[in-house]
């Protein structure tokens, strides 16, 4: 077994702003039927918070996990519209996404925030999927490296490493985004190994290595096998095709490890 092997794959959907309670749970029974007694990969859903509670019900004792999209760094308190990651943990939230490029974008996200809420997601034993991601402008400035390099090093400080080999990086580039247009594997492979390379000169080679780093950005059943295939892909974060259960199945299973 290589070192990939010592990593199980994970495929999580973001369902982001989409599906009210009936389409949620008719989502999820479908799914449910698709990947029963698929093992070797972690199959995890995010949908909105209003259908956090119903696709929880559906999904119990079965091998699809849950994950909510946004949380708050504090667990209680006067913090209106926000949520805790304490009533994610109670809504049976395993898995939470933090810093999603749309909410760096239209929410403005910073990544000292997304380092706060990283720290407090392990404290209370979520598991965080944390998104990173250069724009199109960025990239064609050559400045993909340094934009991945402030992300990451961000959450340094707020990472102990006794909790480190938890989470999850999703390298999403915002170009490739709900556009159809996704990176190439090597392209992917490329930042995914210098992040990993990141975590490594911080926590050292052995953590580094048990680290989950995804791709995200136009993932479908007929390109996530490339990504697959990359010895530093470890599964990834998928929106659009993520919300019809054949297509998001399709991609569980071409992700297992056999
Ligand atoms: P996409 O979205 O698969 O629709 O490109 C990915 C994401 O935003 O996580």
Redesign the pocket.
């Known amino acids: 077994m290589g070192v990939k092997g010592m990593r199980i794959p994970v495929i999580a959907g973001?369902w982001?702003m989409n599906k009210n309670i009936v389409e949620s749970a008719s989502l999820v029974k479908e799914l449910k039927d698709f990947v029963r007694g698929i093992k070797g990969v972690d199959i995890v859903v995010c949908p909105p918070f209003s259908s956090l509670w119903v696709v929880k019900e559906i999904i119990s004792e079965t091998n699809i996990h849950l994950g909510a999209q946004n949380m708050y760094w504090e667990t209680k308190g006067a913090f209106t519209g926000e949520i805790s990651p304490l009533m994610l943990k109670d809504v049976g939230c395993e898995y939470i996404i933090l810093g999603?490029?749309?909410r760096r974008q239209y929410f403005k996200e910073t990544s000292k925030e997304v380092a706060r809420k990283t720290e407090v997601a392990l404290s209370v034993n979520l598991t965080p999927i944390i998104c990173v991601g250069e724009n199109l402008e960025e990239r064609e400035n050559g400045k993909t490296e340094s934009v991945i390099e402030e992300e990451i090093k961000a959450l340094f400080p707020k990472i102990d490493p006794t909790f480190a080999a938890r989470i999850i990086i999703?390298y999403?580039p915002i170009w490739?985004?709900?556009?159809g247009k996704s990176s190439s594997s090597e392209d992917a492979s490329v930042i995914i190994k210098y992040i990993r390379e990141l975590f490594s000169s911080k926590y050292g080679s052995k953590i580094a290595e048990r680290i989950r780093i995804l791709y995200?950005?136009?993932?479908n059943p007929k390109n996530i096998g490339e990504f697959i295939n990359e010895s530093d892909i470890d599964g990834a974060?998928?929106?659009?095709?993520s919300l019809n259960a054949l297509t998001f199945s399709q991609i569980a299973k071409a992700a297992k490890i056999l």
């Open positions: 973001n982001k999603h490029s749309e999703a999403e490739a985004i709900g556009t995200g950005g136009s993932v974060l998928v929106g659009g095709a």
